[in-house]
């Protein structure tokens, strides 16, 4: 008979009455996390065989009593838990606090400063403590704290510690810095050079006028100018259509060209463009003769 070890060896008549006990029962029973619903277990032994056959990439949290199928999920467990410690400088969580002191041995080291009494100080903020700190030497140009004077002597001679902006009294120490400043600052600056050197004192320079540019053309026979308009005459083409291979001439399938009228010489304007008279060709085709069929047909 199946038997719950949990509830002191309860036994049941069958396995369909054990699950039900386990679903309802207010007894802590082992768990697993992962399973949804999650499913409960008659035994720690039970839980373990089933952790084994269906979650072997699993990642358990023994403190907490969970499981979890990826180990991006144990870390946000462990980062947003109340019962795991947290490290303050970068938020990872972790299992507990040993783990959590070794992470800052090994990521987060501290050094003593010994000209503020040995005061611990993350390796990666000791430049902004000296830039902070009254007890360490500054550079009047730049603003850089140092950790003694012959730490700054040496930036002092050093002619590559400071980039100096020629159009103002920036100082940078470093030359990524003087190149953003001089295109985010100095932007309009040779803009407001390049309008200067074209307006002076509200007059346009010579050499900058727009010139006017115009097209040369052939003037026309004064016969072409002074001919009176002609009304356009027709003409047939009697060539065959359809080439000389084909012997079909119908009257229905003959072009008809018109000749086009004289026209005037196109007069030029400067930036405008021209003015021109637009040629139409006309083309006229015959009128079809309609079949004239008589009202009352002779009777025979």
């Not at 509830?7 to 006990?21: D, I, P, T, V």
């Not at 996390?33 to 990642?59: G, L, N």
């Not at 009494?117 to 030497?137: E, I, K, R, T, W």
């Amino acid at each position: 008979m199946p038997t719950c070890i949990v509830c002191n060896s309860r036994k049941f008549r069958n396995k369909e009455a054990l699950h039900q006990h386990l679903n309802t029962s207010g007894a802590d029973h082992p768990s697993c996390t992962i399973c949804f619903p999650h499913r409960r277990f008659i035994s720690e032994q039970a839980k373990e065989e089933h952790d084994a056959a269906r979650h072997p990439q699993s990642y358990p949290c023994v403190q907490c009593d969970r499981t979890f199928r990826e180990q991006f999920a144990l870390e946000d467990h462990y980062r947003g838990s109340k019962a795991h410690p947290n490290c303050v400088k970068c938020g990872h969580g972790f299992i507990d606090i040993q783990a959590r002191d070794e992470h800052h041995r090994d990521q987060h080291p501290q050094v003593a400063c010994g000209t503020c009494h040995g005061v611990l100080v993350y390796q990666s903020d000791l430049q902004a403590h000296f830039n902070a700190s009254p007890a360490h030497p500054k550079c009047t140009l730049c603003k850089t704290g140092f950790i003694d004077a012959a730490a700054l002597q040496r930036h002092a001679v050093d002619p590559e510690a400071h980039f100096f902006c020629k159009k103002c009294d920036s100082v940078f120490t470093t030359h990524l810095e003087s190149t953003t400043h001089e295109k985010e600052a100095h932007a309009l600056d040779e803009i407001n050079r390049q309008v200067a050197a074209i307006y002076l004192d509200g007059v346009v320079v010579d050499d900058m006028e727009p010139e006017e540019h115009t097209i040369q053309r052939a003037t026309p026979p004064a016969t072409a100018i002074n001919a009176p308009l002609q009304a356009p005459s027709a003409t047939v083409s009697t060539q065959p259509r359809f080439g000389a291979n084909n012997q079909r001439n119908d009257s229905r399938h003959t072009q008809v060209q018109q000749n086009n009228r004289p026209i005037t010489p196109r007069a030029e304007t400067p930036m405008l463009g021209f003015r021109t008279l637009t040629n139409r060709v006309h083309r006229r085709l015959p009128i079809p003769a309609l079949l004239q069929l008589p009202l009352f047909p002779e009777s025979s």
